[in-house]
């Protein structure tokens, strides 16, 4: 690990959750408790839908999990029916946010540009977005992935270094596939060395997280390559037992 700050394990509900989902909290708060007083340090923060975030910021007061929200809108207010605003957010207490996530991209065409706005509008609000960048399977298959990565990373990312990148390669994302650890190393190491051309004295400290198909049985050899600082984690962050798995994983 590059960066100095501890390993962070996100999860990411997607649109999954109801109220009676908020029990895996209460778990995954006693199991983090439990953990660190053994020694593990990683910080784990969950990302809910929208309807959650009051709920679960409440139900994960006075606990080690922080909150976080799935998207924003660039702006503040107006007449966005629909969308949620960055301060909206924070005004539940959620203290992250999701931008530019490749179920976004694809499923409502985001451009970088938007994602960038989105991004900006997170720090404005004083929470920090979680910029998540990745290339396609056929953009792979052609031998595009640096060069969609540099692209995405130029367009996307605020000038303002406080934020957390995620790596999902989007082909890999709940199929069950996962890239070779040299293909995720190679990854983490270009997307390294873009942030400290880019942000000289601080992009040595920006937490890249990998994502696509992280799962317990995987999470230790992945969490073990250089430059991989945590994990974004689908599915299997909707149930504690799984998702503190992956946390315990973590080196310490």
């Known amino acids: ?41 990683a910080d784990m923060i969950v990302c809910v839908p929208a309807s959650l975030l009051t709920l679960a ?7 080690p999990v922080e909150i976080g929200g799935q998207d924003c809108h660039a702006n503040a207010s107006g007449a966005h029916t629909g969308d949620i605003s960055a301060e909206m957010i924070a005004d539940t207490g959620a ?7 490749s179920e976004r991209r694809t499923d409502h065409g985001e451009s970088d540009s938007e994602v960038k706005a989105k991004s900006e509008a997170a720090q404005r609000a004083g929470i920090v977005p979680i910029i998540c960048i990745g290339e396609t399977g056929e953009e792979r298959e ?26 999902e390669p989007v ?16 990854a983490h190491r270009f997307i390294r060395e873009y942030l400290e051309n880019r942000y000289p004295g601080s992009g040595s400290d920006v937490r890249i997280l990998y994502g696509g198909s992280v ?25 504690a037992d799984d998702f503190l798995g992956i946390w315990r994983a973590a080196p310490s």
């Open 95 to 101: 203290k992250w946010v999701i931008t530019g996530h």
């Open 57 to 63: 910021v409440e139900r994960c007061a006075n606990t």
């Open 171 to 186: 082909w890999a994302i709940g199929t069950g596939l996962v890239p070779t650890l040299d293909d995720i190393e190679a």
């Open 1 to 41: 690990m590059t960066a100095s700050s501890n390993y962070l394990i996100a999860g990411n509900w997607k649109m999954n959750g109801l109220k009676h989902s908020l029990g895996e909290l209460d778990a995954m708060a006693k199991g983090v408790k439990a953990g660190s007083a053994n020694g593990a340090s």
């Open 215 to 239: 799962k317990p049985g995987n999470a230790a050899e992945i969490l073990g390559i250089d430059n991989v600082n945590g994990a974004l984690v689908g599915g299997a962050s909707l149930k």
């Open 142 to 167: 052609q031998g595009r992935t640096l060069d969609v990565l540099e692209g995405q990373l130029e367009g996307s990312l605020t000038n303002d270094g406080d934020f957390v990148v995620a790596y």
